[in-house]
């Protein structure tokens, strides 16, 4: 075995590893930043410094970094029965046995799951499990999809289209022409902001405005997060997720939640669904379903679309979805603890009351000179900065503010998610301590200090 410095560590990275979403030209100039350890909720670099993760690893690792139970869990299941596949009418235990505590977790009616390997791939397999509902219950002219702008469902060929997102579009011929999307309920940048029920009556009515454009019998789901993540965090306003629930049984079109990031405690309850009472036809899950140690995606499936494909169909003939990797005994056997220690262990407990200090953070820093608007809920919070409040005049994109953000924050021993808008995304632990919570917020607040002191920015700030 040949052990390499750092340097050259660095080199091979360089040379060999490409990065997700990442100018591939930038990356060889700047290089990575090595990671070498991980405990609750810090992390450790290879130049040894500590550093607190306020942003999960990648809005993920939900029950924090080091839990020996869930290492333990993984060898014993590797040591017993490494790899099973669900071809030929194969099963496993703990694939078994975690899709039946996700039914038992989840809304009312989702009563079948099919397993991913991440949250991509689940919202991919939503839409080859819609096109073939329809297509097996005689509406085959139902293809037409809508979801939001600043909307995020994964980076496959189909659901990058979903996203409205320009990178995941740019140079990808998307999105697709069955693809739409309509506004987002963004209340800080809405002529509506502090009318919620007219943000949601508007929402609600753009939703319907589009399905008319294309023909009820054309349409078939409307995606959307509860809260949206990659394209800022944007929390709607309360009501807006169970009129929008409403609005799809009125049309006659499925409602798909995408809760790769807000399930599993990070909005407060398991699923984000569960606030407003709402039960989707289908929820896509990832991210916190084994908080990241393993690969796990999944996708749960309302009994009307599972019944509908199941009798579109002869007994014989099978319905040609699946992966080599679906229902993996170790990520399944992974999945179970995690859930164990959300309930038994105390950590979604944890993370409902700790979700308080943090709202008192967001609501704190407001006053900073920097920052327009704070939101969040639960444990999934954004803070929006601006160079004039009254205005909200965004940053001029040639001072490369987020780029500054994330390096000033890292120097000053914190991680969050820097968005090319200059909003930046806070998902911490829900193991976090109030101390923990605390210092998240110290240490943004001098990293916005530091920044201030920077005469090109202080000369806009207004």
């Not at 953070?361 to 407001?366: D, F, K, N, Q, S």
Request: hydrophobic residues 40%.
């Amino acid at each position: 075995m040949t052990l390499h410095s750092n340097r050259s560590l660095l080199d091979i990275d360089r040379d060999h590893l490409i990065h997700p979403v990442t100018s591939f030209r930038a990356h060889e100039a700047r290089g990575a930043t090595m990671l070498q350890s991980g405990k609750g909720m810090w992390l450790t670099d290879m130049e040894g410094r500590e550093l607190l993760d306020a942003f999960a690893g990648l809005w993920c690792v939900n029950v924090g970094y080091g839990h020996d139970s869930i290492v333990e869990v993984a060898a014993e299941q590797m040591r017993r029965l490494p790899y099973a596949t669900g071809y030929f009418h194969f099963g496993n235990e703990p694939a078994a046995r975690l899709a039946q505590r996700l039914v038992d977790l989840s809304p009312e009616g989702l009563d079948h799951v099919y397993f991913t390997l991440g949250g991509s791939d689940a919202v991919d397999a939503a839409i080859r499990y819609i096109t073939h509902y329809y297509n097996a219950i005689g509406k085959p002219a139902k293809k037409q999809c809508i979801a939001l702008d600043r909307g995020y469902h994964g980076s496959t060929s189909t659901g990058a289209g979903l996203t409205a997102l320009a990178n995941f579009h740019r140079n990808f011929d998307l999105p697709l022409r069955w693809q739409h999307h309509i506004p987002s309920p963004y209340p800080y940048r809405s002529d509506l902001e502090g009318d919620d029920d007219g943000i949601i009556a508007r929402s609600v009515q753009q939703l319907k405005d589009k399905v008319a454009e294309l023909g009820a019998d054309n349409v078939a789901a409307f995606f959307c997060e509860p809260i949206q993540g990659s394209g800022g965090v944007i929390v709607p306003p309360v009501g807006w997720l169970k009129a929008i629930r409403a609005t799809c049984d009125e049309l006659g079109i499925l409602m798909v939640a995408d809760e790769v990031i807000t399930a599993f405690g990070r909005t407060g309850p398991m699923f984000a669904c569960e606030a407003e009472g709402v039960a989707p036809d289908l929820i896509t899950v990832a991210k916190g379903l084994t908080s990241g140690y393993v690969p796990m995606g999944a996708v749960l499936m309302s009994d009307k679309v599972y019944q509908g494909i199941a009798d579109g169909a002869a007994v014989d003939a099978v319905i040609g979805h699946g992966a080599t990797y679906s229902g993996h005994p170790v990520s399944a056997a992974v999945g179970l603890e995690v859930l164990r220690l959300y309930t038994e262990g105390g950590i979604l407990a944890n993370g409902q009351r700790v979700g308080a200090r943090f709202e008192a953070g967001l609501r704190a820093i407001a006053d900073h000179p920097m920052v327009g608007d704070t939101r969040g809920r639960g444990l999934l919070g954004a803070i929006e900065l601006v160079a004039d409040k009254g205005s909200k005049e965004r940053f001029d994109p040639a001072l490369k503010l987020p780029d500054r953000l994330f390096a000033k924050g890292y120097e000053n021993g914190v991680i969050f998610r820097a968005f090319g808008d200059n909003i930046i995304g806070l998902a911490p632990a829900l193991c976090a301590s109030d101390e923990e919570m605390d210092m998240i917020f110290a240490r943004i607040r001098k990293t916005l200090d530091d920044l201030l002191e920077e005469a090109d920015i202080r000369a806009v700030v207004g």
